[in-house]
């Protein structure tokens, strides 16, 4: 990740702080979302504007309730985050977006039964005024979908032209200053780096060729960045992580993040395997299943598309517990991952996990888990957040890979080289001390020890701290 453009003067100038050269968050932000219409996107926006009306209460978005820690602990400051970096203001977000699917904002909320229609009516004004442009389709990347709402041009390049004609026309409509991209879409069939990847000119080439390796989401992030606009995946396709976009996102000094939302049974895989390795707890196996019956359910009950989430998913035990460097405990252990589709559930997720562990001695126990989640509950937030997070980003001048951001995914994307950090706690640390960094406060270690080396005492806690 390149920070700034002026990084080795600002790192000279110690008293210099980086936010103070940060562009003010002025103007609308337009969050365009591929995928605008599905259980995801629209609990979203709805929530987004219940909240501008005073209506609900942004819970779980750490950009808006979230708190950080700044100095020493006896000097208690902790401010919201929205108060310590200069974030854009929700009043300010105008949304607009595709889907394959032409119902308005409103209709589309109600077909995904996410919200109760008391959360709804009181913003059908407001989603009804949302209505999907026609989407780049190709049912190659997702079989147990069809289509309606497409855009019908003969060739890539066309309909790549078409989603930048799109973005220039909602800016200019719109009056936005600036976008954010998000694709919010459904997970592709599996897909791998190949030669048309690498470069930026071999993958331009390829759209103009209409090469069937280059899926729909692809599209979108090669649209996003030649119009100047930072893109996040939030789907575990191979969509930006290619060496091409990434070139591309550098040369154009626009951040780029992802991929696929970290949501319910990987979050708390990232929440409950760094805790066994930190008390050097063995692990025989992990068994995780799901059960829901959304769009998201019916497109991964297709083998490809099941293998681009199944392979995000498995890896995130590997890189947290480490079996080449602790092969007692992790070397053989056994994980299994299961999807599925089931509609009656619905939105509302069902993941159990079985965990077969051991402790001194070798004597096993065992852990399981019935997470009865809401899925699109849980990845509203984190849309919300990584928007206002890449926006300032953006203004920040920082460019390419956002690893800060690993946080909210599932694969988090890094710099070639470089194993993905899943551990919750640390890409928490990460997050916050990027934060820091950039308004010129001191990194938090949690040492500790120098209270007592040298003698200070550190003054009683506040009362309600």
Known sequence: MRLLRTEDKILKQKNLKIGEQITPPKGKLGVLIPGIGGAVSTTFIAGVELVRRGLAEPIGSLTQIGTIRLGKRFEHRSPLIKEFVPLASLQDLVFAGWDIYEANGYEAAMYARVLKREHLEPIKDFLG????????????????????????????????????????????????????????????AYNKPEDIHQSIDSLREAVDQNDSRIPPSMLYALAALESGIPFINGAPNLTVDIPALIQLADEKGLPIAGKDFKTGQTLMKTIMAPGLKSRMLGLEGWYSTNILGNRDGLVLDDADSFKTKEESKLSVLEYILQPHLYP????????KVAINYYPPRGDNKEGWDCIDIFGWLGYPMQIKVDFLCRD?????????????????????????????????FKSPMVKENLYP??????????????????????????????????GEPEPAPKQGR
């Open 376 to 408: 699109s509950i849980l990845a509203a937030p984190l849309i919300l957040d990584l928007v206002l997070f890449m926006d300032l980003a953006r203004r920040a001048g920082m460019s390419g890979i956002q690893e800060w951001l690993s946080f909210y």
């Open 328 to 335: 007692t405990l992790y070397k053989n252990y056994y994980h």
């Open 421 to 454: 950090e899943h551990d919750l706690f640390i890409q928490s640390m990460k997050l916050k001390n990027t934060l820091r960094f950039l308004m010129g406060e001191d990194q938090i270690t949690h040492f500790g020890l120098d209270y007592y080396m040298n």
């Open 129 to 188: 005024g949302i209505t999907p442009m026609k989407a780049v389709f190709d049912r190659s990347f997702v079989k147990n979908l069809h289509g309606t709402h497409v855009k019908e041009a003969p060739s890539l390049r066309d309909r790549l032209e078409e989603i930048k004609a799109d973005i220039a026309e909602f800016k200019s409509k719109n009056g936005v200053d600036r976008c954010i991209m998000i694709w919010c879409g459904s997970t592709e």
